[in-house]
C-alpha cells in the first residue's frame, strides 16, 4: 500500500535561504494539508492545496507557500529561512469524509537552519 | 479558537502497567483522532472517534470519547516498550474537513 512520502527527510539550511519540500500524498487524494511541528508550539496547520489551489491558510507569513501538481504531489516553500523555521515539516491527505482511517502523515522533514 | 490540552505531559511506567492519558478541549468535539509520534518521525494514527460515547480498542489500546465532558482518554493495558513514544490527540476545530488542532503530546516512557 502506498503511502505519503516526504522528501527530502533532513536538510540544513543558513538563516536567509530559501527551500522547497515535497509532498505525494496517497494517489487519489486530491487535497493535501501542510503542518509544522515545533517544540514550543506544537503542531500547527499551515495551508491546504484541494485540486491544484490554495484554499485555506493557517496563521504563518507569507514566506510561507506552496503549490499542488495535477498528479496531487505537493510542494512548500520557505523563503528568507529565520532560525525560527527550524522544525519538522508533515503533510498529510485531510480525512475530508470522515471515513476514520485518519489524516495519513508522511515521515517528514525535519529542517534545521543554522 | 479551540485548544486541546493533554494530561499528563509525561508519564513514566513500568512495564506491564496500565496508563491512561486525556485530551480535553476548550470547545465541542467534532471527533478526535489519536496518534503515536516516535522522536522525530511522522505520525502514526491508532484511531478516530466521531460520536459521543465511542469506544474504539486496537490491540492494547482502548480511546474513549465523552463528548458532554469534551474529553477524550487513551487507555493501554499491560504496557510495553514498543509503547513508548510521544500521543497526540487532534480534533477538526468547528467540524473542519481539512485541518487538525493539535493538543502538546504526551511523552510515554515505558521502562522494562
Known amino acids: 500500500k502506498a503511502g505519503v512520502t516526504q522528501t527530502p527527510r533532513y536538510l540544513i539550511k543558513t538563516r536567509g535561504q530559501q527551500v522547497t519540500l515535497s509532498c505525494s500524498p496517497i494517489?487519489?487524494?486530491?487535497?493535501v494539508s501542510w503542518y509544522q511541528q515545533t517544540p514550543g508550539q506544537g503542531l500547527q496547520f499551515l495551508f491546504e492545496y484541494f485540486s491544484e489551489t490554495q484554499r485555506n491558510k493557517g496563521n504563518f507569513p507569507g514566506r510561507f507557500s506552496g503549490r499542488q501538481f495535477s498528479n496531487s504531489r505537493s510542494e512548500m516553500n520557505v523563503s528568507t529561512l529565520e532560525l525560527g523555521d527550524s522544525a519538522l515539516y508533515l503533510c498529510?491527505?485531510?480525512?475530508?469524509?470522515?471515513?476514520?482511517?485518519?489524516?495519513?502523515f508522511g515521515s517528514g522533514t525535519r529542517l534545521t537552519v543554522v | 479558537s479551540q485548544e486541546l490540552e493533554q494530561s499528563p505531559q509525561s508519564l513514566i511506567v513500568q512495564e506491564g502497567k496500565n496508563l491512561t492519558i486525556n485530551c480535553t478541549s476548550s470547545k465541542t468535539l467534532y471527533g478526535l483522532y489519536w496518534y503515536k509520534q516516535k522522536y522525530g518521525e511522522g505520525l502514526i494514527f491508532l484511531m478516530m472517534l466521531q460520536k459521543g460515547g465511542e469506544e474504539k480498542s486496537h490491540e492494547k489500546i482502548t480511546a474513549k470519547l465523552d463528548e458532554k465532558k469534551q474529553q477524550s482518554s487513551l487507555h493501554i493495558t499491560a504496557s510495553q516498550p514498543s509503547h513508548a513514544g510521544i500521543y497526540l490527540c487532534?480534533?477538526?476545530?468547528?467540524?473542519?474537513?481539512?485541518?487538525?488542532?493539535f493538543g502538546k503530546g504526551t511523552l510515554l516512557t515505558v521502562n522494562p
Open positions: 487532534g480534533a477538526p476545530p468547528g467540524g473542519s474537513n481539512y485541518k487538525l488542532t
Open positions: 498529510a491527505p485531510p480525512d475530508r469524509g470522515g471515513l476514520g482511517y485518519g489524516y495519513t
Open positions: 494517489s487519489g487524494h486530491r487535497s
